[in-house]
Protein backbone atom coordinates (compact mmCIF):
# COMPACT_ATOMS: atom_id res chain seq x y z
CA UNK A 1 0.00 0.00 0.00
CA UNK A 2 1.35 3.38 -0.98
CA UNK A 3 1.47 6.71 0.76
CA UNK A 4 -1.52 8.79 1.72
CA UNK A 5 -1.39 12.78 0.20
CA UNK A 6 -0.79 15.14 2.96
CA UNK A 7 -4.00 17.19 1.88
CA UNK A 8 -5.98 14.33 1.84
CA UNK A 9 -5.13 12.81 5.16
CA UNK A 10 -5.51 16.33 6.43
CA UNK A 11 -8.97 16.30 5.09
CA UNK A 12 -9.77 12.88 6.94
CA UNK A 13 -8.69 14.02 9.94
CA UNK A 14 -10.74 17.18 9.52
CA UNK A 15 -13.87 15.17 9.04
CA UNK A 16 -12.67 12.47 11.65
CA UNK A 17 -12.91 15.63 13.82
CA UNK A 18 -16.46 16.79 12.54
CA UNK A 19 -17.81 13.29 13.43
CA UNK A 20 -16.72 13.87 17.00
CA UNK A 21 -17.95 17.39 17.70
CA UNK A 22 -21.48 16.30 15.42
CA UNK A 23 -21.71 13.66 18.53
CA UNK A 24 -21.20 16.45 20.85
CA UNK A 25 -23.62 18.30 19.73
CA UNK A 26 -21.55 21.30 18.73
CA UNK A 27 -21.99 20.88 14.73
CA UNK A 28 -25.58 21.85 13.23
CA UNK A 29 -27.28 18.94 11.49
CA UNK A 30 -27.15 21.19 8.60
CA UNK A 31 -23.18 21.69 8.13
CA UNK A 32 -22.14 18.42 9.42
CA UNK A 33 -24.48 17.27 5.89
CA UNK A 34 -22.60 19.15 3.80
CA UNK A 35 -19.58 17.96 5.41
CA UNK A 36 -20.45 14.40 5.08
CA UNK A 37 -21.69 14.45 1.41
CA UNK A 38 -18.53 16.50 0.37
CA UNK A 39 -16.85 13.15 1.35
CA UNK A 40 -18.70 10.86 -0.31
CA UNK A 41 -21.39 10.00 2.55
CA UNK A 42 -25.01 9.61 2.18
CA UNK A 43 -27.96 8.68 4.84
CA UNK A 44 -30.10 5.50 3.99
CA UNK A 45 -33.25 4.41 4.61
CA UNK A 46 -34.18 1.48 7.06
CA UNK A 47 -37.58 1.59 7.41
CA UNK A 48 -38.35 -1.91 5.16
CA UNK A 49 -35.17 -3.36 7.75
CA UNK A 50 -34.11 -5.57 4.51
CA UNK A 51 -32.40 -5.60 0.82
CA UNK A 52 -32.97 -7.09 -2.37
CA UNK A 53 -30.10 -9.46 -3.76
CA UNK A 54 -31.09 -10.39 -6.88
CA UNK A 55 -33.08 -13.32 -5.80
CA UNK A 56 -35.27 -12.90 -2.37
CA UNK A 57 -35.20 -10.04 -0.23
CA UNK A 58 -33.19 -10.40 3.02
CA UNK A 59 -33.08 -9.11 6.60
CA UNK A 60 -30.58 -6.75 7.95
CA UNK A 61 -28.37 -7.43 10.41
CA UNK A 62 -28.33 -3.74 11.81
CA UNK A 63 -31.56 -2.21 13.47
CA UNK A 64 -34.24 -1.00 11.67
CA UNK A 65 -36.81 -0.17 14.85
CA UNK A 66 -36.72 3.81 14.77
CA UNK A 67 -34.53 4.11 12.39
CA UNK A 68 -37.01 5.85 9.72
CA UNK A 69 -36.85 7.08 5.96
CA UNK A 70 -36.17 10.70 5.65
CA UNK A 71 -35.25 13.18 7.85
CA UNK A 72 -35.65 11.26 11.17
CA UNK A 73 -33.38 8.83 10.32
CA UNK A 74 -30.78 9.01 13.06
CA UNK A 75 -27.56 11.32 11.82
CA UNK A 76 -25.42 8.38 12.58
CA UNK A 77 -27.34 5.60 11.70
CA UNK A 78 -25.07 3.25 9.45
CA UNK A 79 -25.30 5.18 5.98
CA UNK A 80 -23.70 4.40 2.29
CA UNK A 81 -20.13 5.73 1.31
CA UNK A 82 -19.43 6.23 -2.11
CA UNK A 83 -15.98 5.61 -3.80
CA UNK A 84 -14.88 7.47 -6.64
CA UNK A 85 -13.50 5.20 -9.57
CA UNK A 86 -12.45 7.78 -12.24
CA UNK A 87 -12.88 6.56 -15.98
CA UNK A 88 -13.78 3.29 -14.04
CA UNK A 89 -10.34 2.21 -13.56
CA UNK A 90 -9.49 -0.70 -10.85
CA UNK A 91 -6.28 -2.54 -10.11
CA UNK A 92 -6.44 -5.93 -8.08
CA UNK A 93 -4.98 -4.34 -4.92
CA UNK A 94 -7.70 -2.18 -5.22
CA UNK A 95 -10.21 -4.79 -5.40
CA UNK A 96 -8.73 -6.50 -2.31
CA UNK A 97 -9.04 -3.58 0.05
CA UNK A 98 -12.67 -3.31 -1.32
CA UNK A 99 -13.43 -6.45 -0.29
CA UNK A 100 -11.60 -5.97 2.48
CA UNK A 101 -13.43 -3.07 3.77
CA UNK A 102 -17.04 -4.67 3.00
CA UNK A 103 -16.56 -7.59 5.06
CA UNK A 104 -15.18 -5.71 8.01
CA UNK A 105 -17.88 -2.51 7.80
CA UNK A 106 -20.28 -3.31 5.68
CA UNK A 107 -22.71 -6.23 4.85
CA UNK A 108 -20.03 -7.74 2.48
CA UNK A 109 -21.60 -6.08 -0.69
CA UNK A 110 -19.45 -4.36 -3.03
CA UNK A 111 -21.96 -1.99 -5.45
CA UNK A 112 -21.01 -0.66 -8.77
CA UNK A 113 -23.02 2.00 -9.85
CA UNK A 114 -24.15 3.56 -12.83
CA UNK A 115 -21.46 5.89 -12.81
CA UNK A 116 -18.61 3.75 -12.25
CA UNK A 117 -18.47 4.24 -8.62
CA UNK A 118 -18.41 1.66 -6.30
CA UNK A 119 -20.48 1.99 -3.02
CA UNK A 120 -20.53 0.52 0.42
CA UNK A 121 -23.69 0.61 2.15
CA UNK A 122 -24.43 0.18 6.37
CA UNK A 123 -21.24 1.26 7.06
CA UNK A 124 -20.92 3.39 10.42
CA UNK A 125 -20.45 7.18 10.94
CA UNK A 126 -17.26 6.58 13.01
CA UNK A 127 -15.85 3.96 10.68
CA UNK A 128 -16.01 6.36 7.88
CA UNK A 129 -12.98 8.17 8.35
CA UNK A 130 -11.15 4.68 9.01
CA UNK A 131 -12.33 3.55 5.88
CA UNK A 132 -11.20 6.52 3.97
CA UNK A 133 -7.45 6.64 5.22
CA UNK A 134 -7.31 2.80 4.11
CA UNK A 135 -8.60 3.34 0.57
CA UNK A 136 -6.86 6.74 -0.22
CA UNK A 137 -3.58 4.32 0.56
CA UNK A 138 -4.65 2.17 -2.89
CA UNK A 139 -5.08 5.59 -4.36
CA UNK A 140 -8.76 6.22 -3.84
CA UNK A 141 -11.02 8.56 -2.53
CA UNK A 142 -14.42 9.49 -1.80
CA UNK A 143 -14.06 13.17 -1.92
CA UNK A 144 -17.16 14.78 -3.65
CA UNK A 145 -18.78 11.84 -4.53
CA UNK A 146 -21.22 13.39 -3.21
CA UNK A 147 -22.95 16.84 -2.48
CA UNK A 148 -22.59 19.84 -5.07
CA UNK A 149 -19.39 19.23 -6.38
CA UNK A 150 -18.02 17.68 -9.48
CA UNK A 151 -19.05 13.87 -9.13
CA UNK A 152 -17.29 10.89 -10.72
CA UNK A 153 -15.75 11.51 -14.09
CA UNK A 154 -16.85 8.52 -16.75
CA UNK A 155 -15.80 7.26 -19.57
CA UNK A 156 -15.99 4.38 -21.90
CA UNK A 157 -14.33 1.16 -20.68
CA UNK A 158 -12.85 0.79 -24.33
CA UNK A 159 -10.52 4.01 -24.55
CA UNK A 160 -7.75 2.72 -26.05
CA UNK A 161 -8.66 -0.33 -27.39
CA UNK A 162 -11.63 0.46 -28.86
CA UNK A 163 -11.58 -0.28 -32.73
CA UNK A 164 -13.83 2.77 -33.93
CA UNK A 165 -12.32 5.45 -31.51
CA UNK A 166 -10.81 8.73 -32.72
CA UNK A 167 -8.39 8.09 -29.52
CA UNK A 168 -7.51 7.47 -26.14
CA UNK A 169 -9.46 9.83 -24.09
CA UNK A 170 -7.85 8.15 -20.92
CA UNK A 171 -5.20 10.09 -19.94
CA UNK A 172 -7.18 13.48 -20.62
CA UNK A 173 -10.03 12.00 -18.43
CA UNK A 174 -7.61 11.23 -15.28
CA UNK A 175 -5.53 14.83 -15.96
CA UNK A 176 -9.04 16.55 -16.00
CA UNK A 177 -10.24 14.49 -12.19
CA UNK A 178 -7.38 15.32 -10.91
CA UNK A 179 -7.50 18.82 -11.74
CA UNK A 180 -11.25 19.61 -10.25
CA UNK A 181 -10.90 17.08 -7.62
CA UNK A 182 -10.98 20.01 -4.54
CA UNK A 183 -10.71 23.09 -6.92
CA UNK A 184 -11.35 26.03 -5.48
CA UNK A 185 -13.39 26.65 -8.70
CA UNK A 186 -15.68 24.03 -8.27
CA UNK A 187 -16.68 24.71 -4.31
CA UNK A 188 -19.46 26.97 -5.07
CA UNK A 189 -21.65 24.99 -7.47
CA UNK A 190 -25.67 25.09 -6.70
CA UNK A 191 -25.88 21.49 -7.82
CA UNK A 192 -23.49 18.15 -8.39
CA UNK A 193 -21.76 18.48 -11.93
CA UNK A 194 -20.89 15.18 -14.08
CA UNK A 195 -18.55 15.14 -16.74
CA UNK A 196 -18.36 12.33 -18.85
CA UNK A 197 -15.62 11.10 -21.67
CA UNK A 198 -16.27 9.47 -25.16
CA UNK A 199 -13.77 8.08 -27.95
CA UNK A 200 -15.80 8.47 -30.74
CA UNK A 201 -19.95 10.10 -31.50
CA UNK A 202 -21.71 7.59 -32.65
CA UNK A 203 -21.80 4.85 -30.37
CA UNK A 204 -22.62 4.84 -26.62
CA UNK A 205 -19.75 5.18 -25.54
CA UNK A 206 -19.71 7.64 -22.61
CA UNK A 207 -23.06 8.83 -23.19
CA UNK A 208 -22.05 12.31 -23.27
CA UNK A 209 -25.39 13.74 -24.10
CA UNK A 210 -26.87 13.31 -21.09
CA UNK A 211 -24.13 14.92 -18.70
CA UNK A 212 -23.48 18.07 -17.49
CA UNK A 213 -20.62 18.20 -19.72
CA UNK A 214 -18.74 16.26 -21.99
CA UNK A 215 -16.18 15.97 -24.08
CA UNK A 216 -16.32 13.80 -27.20
CA UNK A 217 -13.18 12.74 -29.48
CA UNK A 218 -12.27 13.47 -32.82
CA UNK A 219 -9.64 13.45 -35.49
CA UNK A 220 -9.10 15.12 -38.44
CA UNK A 221 -6.28 15.16 -40.85
CA UNK A 222 -5.33 18.91 -41.34
CA UNK A 223 -2.71 19.39 -43.94
CA UNK A 224 -2.12 15.72 -43.82
CA UNK A 225 -1.16 15.20 -40.69
CA UNK A 226 -3.61 13.77 -37.97
CA UNK A 227 -5.02 16.23 -35.40
CA UNK A 228 -6.58 15.15 -32.17
CA UNK A 229 -9.55 17.53 -30.69
CA UNK A 230 -12.49 17.20 -28.72
CA UNK A 231 -16.12 18.72 -29.50
CA UNK A 232 -17.22 19.72 -26.07
CA UNK A 233 -20.83 19.55 -25.15
CA UNK A 234 -22.60 21.01 -22.19
CA UNK A 235 -26.18 21.44 -20.35
CA UNK A 236 -27.21 17.87 -21.09
CA UNK A 237 -28.96 15.66 -17.82
CA UNK A 238 -31.85 13.27 -17.23
CA UNK A 239 -34.60 13.29 -13.90
CA UNK A 240 -37.91 14.96 -14.04
CA UNK A 241 -36.75 17.05 -16.89
CA UNK A 242 -34.56 15.79 -19.24
CA UNK A 243 -32.42 17.72 -21.67
CA UNK A 244 -29.67 16.93 -24.53
CA UNK A 245 -26.41 18.97 -24.14
CA UNK A 246 -25.81 21.13 -26.51
CA UNK A 247 -22.21 21.73 -28.45
CA UNK A 248 -20.43 24.21 -26.86
CA UNK A 249 -16.89 24.29 -28.32
CA UNK A 250 -15.71 22.03 -31.71
CA UNK A 251 -12.30 20.90 -32.02
CA UNK A 252 -10.98 21.83 -28.72
CA UNK A 253 -6.91 20.79 -28.84
CA UNK A 254 -6.32 18.41 -25.88
CA UNK A 255 -4.36 21.48 -24.15
CA UNK A 256 -7.51 23.51 -24.26
CA UNK A 257 -9.66 20.63 -22.22
CA UNK A 258 -8.60 22.22 -18.88
CA UNK A 259 -8.78 25.82 -19.02
CA UNK A 260 -11.97 25.10 -21.39
CA UNK A 261 -13.72 23.02 -18.22
CA UNK A 262 -12.37 25.94 -15.84
CA UNK A 263 -14.23 28.05 -17.17
CA UNK A 264 -17.29 26.87 -17.66
CA UNK A 265 -17.17 25.69 -13.78
CA UNK A 266 -16.62 29.55 -12.90
CA UNK A 267 -19.34 30.51 -14.89
CA UNK A 268 -21.81 28.22 -13.44
CA UNK A 269 -20.83 28.95 -10.25
CA UNK A 270 -21.46 32.64 -10.55
CA UNK A 271 -25.00 32.54 -12.68
CA UNK A 272 -25.77 29.04 -11.48
CA UNK A 273 -29.27 28.83 -9.13
CA UNK A 274 -27.96 28.41 -5.48
CA UNK A 275 -31.67 28.56 -4.01
CA UNK A 276 -33.93 26.51 -5.80
CA UNK A 277 -32.18 22.70 -6.06
CA UNK A 278 -34.67 21.49 -8.41
CA UNK A 279 -33.63 24.11 -10.98
CA UNK A 280 -29.83 24.41 -9.89
CA UNK A 281 -27.99 22.16 -12.50
CA UNK A 282 -26.31 23.84 -15.25
CA UNK A 283 -28.68 22.25 -18.20
CA UNK A 284 -30.73 24.85 -16.43
CA UNK A 285 -28.51 27.99 -16.80
CA UNK A 286 -27.96 26.70 -20.44
CA UNK A 287 -31.73 26.60 -21.38
CA UNK A 288 -32.17 30.07 -19.82
CA UNK A 289 -29.24 31.96 -21.37
CA UNK A 290 -28.96 30.26 -24.38
CA UNK A 291 -26.02 27.88 -25.64
CA UNK A 292 -24.68 30.91 -27.60
CA UNK A 293 -24.39 33.36 -24.79
CA UNK A 294 -23.11 30.67 -22.65
CA UNK A 295 -20.76 29.62 -24.62
CA UNK A 296 -19.93 33.95 -25.12
CA UNK A 297 -19.94 33.42 -21.49
CA UNK A 298 -17.28 30.81 -21.26
CA UNK A 299 -15.15 32.54 -23.92
CA UNK A 300 -14.74 35.70 -22.16
CA UNK A 301 -13.99 33.80 -18.94
CA UNK A 302 -11.63 31.29 -20.68
CA UNK A 303 -9.45 34.65 -21.65
CA UNK A 304 -9.40 36.13 -18.05
CA UNK A 305 -7.81 32.97 -16.59
CA UNK A 306 -4.14 32.95 -15.49
CA UNK A 307 -1.59 30.34 -16.70
CA UNK A 308 -2.08 27.10 -14.88
CA UNK A 309 0.62 24.06 -16.00
CA UNK A 310 -1.58 21.85 -14.73
CA UNK A 311 -3.36 22.53 -18.02
CA UNK A 312 -0.96 20.72 -20.13
CA UNK A 313 1.19 18.75 -17.36
CA UNK A 314 -0.06 15.03 -18.91
CA UNK A 315 0.59 16.03 -22.11
CA UNK A 316 4.42 17.26 -21.66
CA UNK A 317 4.57 14.19 -19.62
CA UNK A 318 4.02 11.81 -22.52
CA UNK A 319 0.30 9.95 -22.99
CA UNK A 320 1.93 6.90 -22.31
CA UNK A 321 0.00 3.76 -23.76
CA UNK A 322 -1.38 0.88 -21.45
CA UNK A 323 0.91 -2.38 -21.33
CA UNK A 324 -0.58 -5.68 -21.59
CA UNK A 325 0.28 -8.14 -18.50
CA UNK A 326 0.88 -11.01 -20.92
CA UNK A 327 2.47 -10.64 -23.92
CA UNK A 328 1.37 -12.47 -27.21
CA UNK A 329 2.50 -16.30 -27.64
CA UNK A 330 0.34 -17.63 -30.44
CA UNK A 331 -2.02 -15.26 -30.80
CA UNK A 332 -4.73 -17.36 -31.54
CA UNK A 333 -7.61 -19.09 -30.19
CA UNK A 334 -7.71 -22.40 -29.24
CA UNK A 335 -10.04 -24.60 -31.71
CA UNK A 336 -12.86 -26.84 -30.46
CA UNK A 337 -15.33 -25.52 -27.72
CA UNK A 338 -18.34 -26.45 -25.67
CA UNK A 339 -21.66 -24.66 -25.58
CA UNK A 340 -21.54 -22.54 -22.47
CA UNK A 341 -17.97 -21.24 -23.89
CA UNK A 342 -19.46 -20.24 -27.17
CA UNK A 343 -22.68 -18.18 -25.84
CA UNK A 344 -20.25 -16.53 -23.25
CA UNK A 345 -17.69 -16.08 -26.44
CA UNK A 346 -20.85 -14.63 -28.21
CA UNK A 347 -22.20 -12.13 -26.01
CA UNK A 348 -19.43 -11.22 -23.28
CA UNK A 349 -16.08 -10.54 -25.21
CA UNK A 350 -14.86 -7.59 -27.90
CA UNK A 351 -12.21 -7.72 -29.65
CA UNK A 352 -9.79 -4.89 -29.48
CA UNK A 353 -8.13 -2.99 -32.08
CA UNK A 354 -4.67 -4.71 -31.22
CA UNK A 355 -4.28 -7.59 -32.91
CA UNK A 356 -4.55 -10.77 -30.47
CA UNK A 357 -6.57 -9.11 -27.56
CA UNK A 358 -9.68 -9.00 -26.39
CA UNK A 359 -12.04 -7.21 -23.45
CA UNK A 360 -13.96 -9.18 -21.73
CA UNK A 361 -17.15 -8.21 -19.71
CA UNK A 362 -18.37 -9.84 -16.71
CA UNK A 363 -22.49 -9.14 -15.79
CA UNK A 364 -23.43 -8.55 -12.19
CA UNK A 365 -26.88 -8.77 -11.48
CA UNK A 366 -27.96 -5.99 -9.74
CA UNK A 367 -24.41 -4.29 -10.00
CA UNK A 368 -23.19 -6.48 -7.29
CA UNK A 369 -20.07 -8.59 -6.18
CA UNK A 370 -20.03 -9.72 -2.69
CA UNK A 371 -16.64 -9.87 -0.96
CA UNK A 372 -15.81 -13.27 -1.55
CA UNK A 373 -15.86 -13.18 -5.38
CA UNK A 374 -14.31 -9.65 -5.73
CA UNK A 375 -11.38 -11.89 -3.83
CA UNK A 376 -11.36 -14.55 -6.06
CA UNK A 377 -12.23 -11.60 -9.05
CA UNK A 378 -9.04 -10.06 -7.81
CA UNK A 379 -6.86 -13.32 -8.48
CA UNK A 380 -8.26 -13.90 -11.73
CA UNK A 381 -7.40 -10.31 -12.95
CA UNK A 382 -3.74 -10.84 -11.83
CA UNK A 383 -3.49 -14.12 -13.54
CA UNK A 384 -4.42 -12.83 -16.89
CA UNK A 385 -4.94 -9.11 -17.07
CA UNK A 386 -3.02 -7.67 -14.26
CA UNK A 387 -4.53 -3.71 -13.73
CA UNK A 388 -6.00 -3.04 -16.61
CA UNK A 389 -10.02 -3.68 -15.03
CA UNK A 390 -12.29 -1.63 -15.13
CA UNK A 391 -16.20 -0.63 -14.29
CA UNK A 392 -18.79 0.12 -16.59
CA UNK A 393 -21.89 2.60 -16.15
CA UNK A 394 -23.95 -0.55 -17.04
CA UNK A 395 -23.12 -1.75 -13.45
CA UNK A 396 -20.40 -4.74 -14.55
CA UNK A 397 -16.90 -5.18 -14.67
CA UNK A 398 -13.93 -5.71 -17.96
CA UNK A 399 -11.63 -7.09 -18.18
CA UNK A 400 -8.73 -5.58 -20.97
CA UNK A 401 -5.72 -6.92 -22.54
CA UNK A 402 -6.94 -10.66 -22.42
CA UNK A 403 -5.22 -12.71 -25.28
CA UNK A 404 -7.16 -14.98 -27.69
CA UNK A 405 -5.17 -17.52 -26.68
CA UNK A 406 -6.45 -17.07 -22.97
CA UNK A 407 -10.03 -17.17 -23.31
CA UNK A 408 -11.12 -20.60 -22.95
CA UNK A 409 -8.81 -20.77 -19.67
CA UNK A 410 -10.58 -17.55 -18.56
CA UNK A 411 -13.72 -18.17 -19.26
CA UNK A 412 -13.09 -21.45 -16.91
CA UNK A 413 -12.01 -19.32 -14.37
CA UNK A 414 -14.79 -17.47 -14.03
CA UNK A 415 -17.42 -19.92 -14.37
CA UNK A 416 -15.22 -21.94 -11.17
CA UNK A 417 -16.09 -18.55 -9.29
CA UNK A 418 -20.27 -18.30 -10.94
CA UNK A 419 -18.74 -14.64 -12.95
CA UNK A 420 -19.37 -16.45 -16.21
CA UNK A 421 -23.28 -15.45 -17.03
CA UNK A 422 -23.10 -15.43 -20.89
CA UNK A 423 -25.11 -12.50 -20.61
CA UNK A 424 -23.01 -8.94 -21.69
CA UNK A 425 -25.07 -6.76 -23.94
CA UNK A 426 -28.37 -8.55 -23.66
CA UNK A 427 -31.88 -7.78 -22.82
CA UNK A 428 -30.87 -10.22 -19.17
CA UNK A 429 -28.30 -7.84 -18.30
CA UNK A 430 -30.81 -5.13 -16.56
CA UNK A 431 -29.95 -1.93 -15.26
CA UNK A 432 -31.25 -0.83 -11.97
CA UNK A 433 -30.61 1.79 -9.21
CA UNK A 434 -30.87 0.59 -5.33
CA UNK A 435 -34.25 1.86 -5.04
CA UNK A 436 -36.42 1.22 -2.02
CA UNK A 437 -33.69 -0.80 -0.34
CA UNK A 438 -31.68 1.91 0.69
CA UNK A 439 -32.84 5.08 -1.02
CA UNK A 440 -34.28 7.73 0.75
CA UNK A 441 -35.99 9.06 -2.25
CA UNK A 442 -36.68 5.85 -3.47
CA UNK A 443 -40.71 5.36 -4.32
CA UNK A 444 -40.42 1.51 -5.89
CA UNK A 445 -38.26 -1.43 -5.65
CA UNK A 446 -36.54 -1.19 -8.86
CA UNK A 447 -33.64 -3.72 -7.52
CA UNK A 448 -36.65 -6.13 -6.94
CA UNK A 449 -38.52 -5.58 -10.19
CA UNK A 450 -34.60 -5.64 -11.88
CA UNK A 451 -33.68 -8.79 -10.76
CA UNK A 452 -37.28 -10.71 -11.35
CA UNK A 453 -36.94 -9.61 -14.88
CA UNK A 454 -33.63 -10.57 -14.95
CA UNK A 455 -34.56 -14.06 -13.91
CA UNK A 456 -37.46 -14.15 -16.31
CA UNK A 457 -35.69 -12.99 -19.07
CA UNK A 458 -32.60 -15.41 -18.41
CA UNK A 459 -34.75 -18.65 -18.20
CA UNK A 460 -36.31 -17.80 -21.69
CA UNK A 461 -33.11 -16.30 -23.26
CA UNK A 462 -32.92 -19.41 -25.69
CA UNK A 463 -36.12 -18.69 -26.82
CA UNK A 464 -36.36 -14.88 -27.39
CA UNK A 465 -35.85 -13.29 -31.05
CA UNK A 466 -32.62 -12.03 -32.37
CA UNK A 467 -34.02 -8.78 -32.58
CA UNK A 468 -35.12 -8.31 -28.87
CA UNK A 469 -32.14 -9.98 -27.28
CA UNK A 470 -29.85 -7.10 -27.76
CA UNK A 471 -32.51 -4.40 -26.27
CA UNK A 472 -31.80 -3.03 -23.06
CA UNK A 473 -34.04 -2.78 -19.60
CA UNK A 474 -33.30 -0.08 -17.20
CA UNK A 475 -35.16 0.57 -14.06
CA UNK A 476 -35.12 3.74 -11.96
CA UNK A 477 -36.61 3.20 -8.41
CA UNK A 478 -38.31 7.59 -8.78
CA UNK A 479 -38.23 10.00 -11.28
CA UNK A 480 -34.54 10.84 -10.67
CA UNK A 481 -33.37 8.77 -13.69
CA UNK A 482 -30.25 7.26 -11.22
CA UNK A 483 -31.18 3.77 -13.44
CA UNK A 484 -30.86 5.95 -16.44
CA UNK A 485 -34.60 5.00 -17.88
CA UNK A 486 -34.63 7.87 -20.02
CA UNK A 487 -32.03 6.09 -22.75
CA UNK A 488 -33.26 2.15 -22.46
CA UNK A 489 -35.28 0.71 -25.38
CA UNK A 490 -37.17 -0.08 -22.20
CA UNK A 491 -37.50 2.00 -19.29
CA UNK A 492 -39.07 1.93 -16.36
CA UNK A 493 -38.79 4.34 -13.15
CA UNK A 494 -41.14 4.29 -10.68
CA UNK A 495 -44.03 6.07 -8.66
CA UNK A 496 -46.87 5.71 -6.41
CA UNK A 497 -50.76 6.01 -7.56
CA UNK A 498 -54.27 5.16 -5.12
CA UNK A 499 -56.31 2.28 -5.83
CA UNK A 500 -59.34 1.58 -3.79
CA UNK A 501 -58.21 4.18 -1.47
CA UNK A 502 -54.59 2.44 -0.96
CA UNK A 503 -51.42 3.26 -2.44
CA UNK A 504 -49.64 0.72 -5.00
CA UNK A 505 -46.41 1.10 -5.98
CA UNK A 506 -46.16 1.66 -9.76
CA UNK A 507 -43.63 1.48 -12.08
CA UNK A 508 -44.59 4.84 -15.02
CA UNK A 509 -43.35 2.59 -18.81
CA UNK A 510 -40.64 5.06 -20.88
CA UNK A 511 -40.05 3.21 -24.32
CA UNK A 512 -37.40 3.77 -27.68
CA UNK A 513 -34.59 6.07 -25.47
CA UNK A 514 -31.50 6.00 -27.78
CA UNK A 515 -28.43 4.12 -25.92
CA UNK A 516 -26.47 4.59 -29.08
CA UNK A 517 -25.18 8.11 -30.43
CA UNK A 518 -23.75 9.09 -26.66
CA UNK A 519 -27.09 8.78 -25.56
CA UNK A 520 -28.48 10.38 -28.64
CA UNK A 521 -32.15 10.28 -27.78
CA UNK A 522 -34.96 9.89 -24.56
CA UNK A 523 -37.47 7.79 -24.74
CA UNK A 524 -41.15 8.77 -24.40
CA UNK A 525 -43.62 7.84 -21.35
CA UNK A 526 -46.42 5.93 -22.43
CA UNK A 527 -48.15 4.80 -19.00
CA UNK A 528 -47.87 4.06 -15.58
CA UNK A 529 -47.95 0.07 -15.10
CA UNK A 530 -48.60 -1.69 -11.29
CA UNK A 531 -45.13 -2.94 -10.09
CA UNK A 532 -46.88 -6.82 -10.40
CA UNK A 533 -47.62 -6.45 -13.49
CA UNK A 534 -44.06 -5.10 -15.11
CA UNK A 535 -43.06 -8.44 -16.35
CA UNK A 536 -46.10 -9.11 -18.00
CA UNK A 537 -45.56 -5.60 -19.79
CA UNK A 538 -42.34 -6.41 -21.12
CA UNK A 539 -43.71 -9.26 -22.81
CA UNK A 540 -46.38 -7.80 -24.77
CA UNK A 541 -43.90 -4.79 -25.62
CA UNK A 542 -41.36 -7.19 -27.08
CA UNK A 543 -43.72 -9.66 -28.82
CA UNK A 544 -45.37 -6.69 -30.51
CA UNK A 545 -41.94 -5.36 -31.17
CA UNK A 546 -41.59 -9.05 -33.09
CA UNK A 547 -44.62 -9.38 -34.66
CA UNK A 548 -45.02 -5.55 -35.69
CA UNK A 549 -40.85 -4.37 -37.16
CA UNK A 550 -40.40 -3.91 -40.65
CA UNK A 551 -37.26 -5.89 -42.01
CA UNK A 552 -34.51 -4.69 -40.24
CA UNK A 553 -36.01 -2.17 -38.41
CA UNK A 554 -34.66 -0.80 -34.89
CA UNK A 555 -36.67 -0.83 -31.37
CA UNK A 556 -36.23 2.65 -31.60
CA UNK A 557 -37.68 3.30 -34.78
CA UNK A 558 -40.08 0.89 -34.02
CA UNK A 559 -41.53 2.52 -30.98
CA UNK A 560 -41.39 6.10 -32.94
CA UNK A 561 -43.08 4.46 -35.61
CA UNK A 562 -45.97 3.30 -33.14
Not at 182 to 194: E, V
Not at 480 to 498: L, P, Y
Amino acid sequence: QGQMDPELAEEIDVFENQVELRKDGRVDERVFAETRLRRGVYGQRYDNGQRHDGVEHRRLEFPSGDLTKGPETLWDAPGMLRIKVPWGGLTPLQIDVLAELAEEYSDHVLHITTRQDIQLHYVHIEDMPTVMRRLAAVGMTTREACGNGVRNLTACPLSGVCRTEAFDVTPHSEALFRFLLGHPDCQDFGRKFKIAFSGCADEACGLVMMHDLGAIARLDVVEGEPVQSFDVYVGGGLGTTPHQAKLLAGQVPPGELLPTVQAVSRVFARLGEKQNRNRARIKFLVAQVGIEEFSRLVAEERESLPYDPQWTAHLEDGLLPEDPARALDTGAEDDGAGPAFLAWRANNVYLQRQPGYAVVTIPLPLGDISSGQARLLAEVARRFVGDTVRTTVEQNIVFRWVRLEDLRDLHAALAEIGMADPCAETIVDVTSCPGTDTCKLGISASRGLAGELRERLAAKSGELDEAVKGLRIKVSGCFNSCGQHHVADIGFFGNSRKSGGRVVPHFQVVLGGQWQANAGSYGLAVGAIPSKRIPEVVDRITDQFVADRLPGESFLDWSART
